[in-house]
């Protein structure tokens, strides 16, 4: 089912790099710069149904031409080195202790470069004092923070989240990443990304808009390169987990709102008042670029309308259609200087492209 290779991920890689160019040529874009992704142990978080059958437990996922079958696995080539590590020792831990398994349905991992690793494992059962003395084991004979779901329910053994840090033009900065919050899968991949979009915004004396901060994946190394940023994220997960890095990292050129990329719209646009707003002075910004990096259904109509009202556009794209959407109305008032394919999600159809637009 799983297969790597130079061969076979070279072919992927220029399959994905002709279809973004046909889908990006009607927009004059420069040549596509290319990076790269490790050719195995890529990603950094997994997740796996638990199958049981016969007294067994296995990891399991299913094919999209059968969705029914599981497929068993002993290791997941496509995940870190630790990652699989840590599939062949909770497997022995659960042979040996079948409380562990009892009503497990979910195993989710999430590790990093950093080599933390937090593990959260899903139940139909209720949790309870003798699980947790487990788990406490788990915890210590892996190496690993244990975090048990179930209904209305989250018992851990430390606390819930890993600590990354990614190196940017040879910078350190460190970061949270929250268990069940979304991550960058692929750290080495992200690094890259990361540095790209830091190179295209240059040092720069105005100040930033970010729409989709997360985290603040970009936010923190961004903040070295421009006088001020104020950055939206709608998740209130990644809003905390923000405030931590902000504060991890020692940054405070940076100020946070909780609001969609409709209402920031609203707000700046001065149609609708939001108490959230209440502390910030948007009209003391000198804004001159802004950074997007949306979901998958790229931006709709009212925030690419804003968006086309800056100088300078950073855009990190999930999404090559709805980038080819949006780029059909930002071309009318911007012309791309410049465009990235970076093969986040090997062997697998997804693209994320990066676009740098400049006003006409």
Known sequence: MIKVGEMLYEKQLEDKKTHLENLLSPYDIPSLSIYESPIQNFRMRAEFRIW??????????????????????EEFPYASVKINQLMCGLKEIWQTYPLIKEKLFQVEFLTTLSDESLITLCYHKKLDEEWLLLAKL???????????????????????????????????????????????????????????????????????????????????????????????????????????????????????ARLSALELTQAINEIRYFRRLAHIDLKSYNFET???????????????????????????????????????????????????LFDQFPYSPHIETGIVLSKK
């Open 52 to 73: 049981h059958e016969q007294g067994n437990a296995h990891y399991a996922m299913f094919s999209k031409d059968n969705n029914k079958t599981p497929i068993f696995l």
């Open 138 to 256: 788990v915890d210590k004979e892996l190496n690993a923070k244990i975090v048990g779901r179930a209904k209305k329910q989250k018992l851990m053994t430390h606390d819930d989240f890993v600590q990354e840090t990614l190196t940017i033009l040879g910078h350190n900065y460190h970061y949270i990443q929250p268990e069940n919050s979304f991550t960058q899968p692929n750290a080495i991949v992200n690094q890259k990304m990361i540095t790209w979009a830091c190179e295209h915004l240059a040092d720069n004396n105005h100040d930033l808009l970010e729409l989709y901060c997360g985290n603040g994946n970009f936010t923190i190394p961004f903040s070295h390169n421009v006088r001020r940023i104020f950055a939206t994220e709608i998740s209130k997960l990644s809003i905390k987990a923000l405030q931590q890095n902000l504060q991890l990292n020692n940054i405070d050129n940076i100020e946070l």
């Open 290 to 340: 802004i950074f997007v990096d949306p979901p998958r259904a790229g931006l709709d109509e009212d925030t690419c309308q804003l968006t086309s009202q800056f100088s300078n556009i950073i855009y990190i794209s999930c999404n090559p259609e709805t980038l080819a959407k949006n780029l059909k109305e930002l071309t009318k008032t911007h012309r791309i200087t410049a465009g990235a």
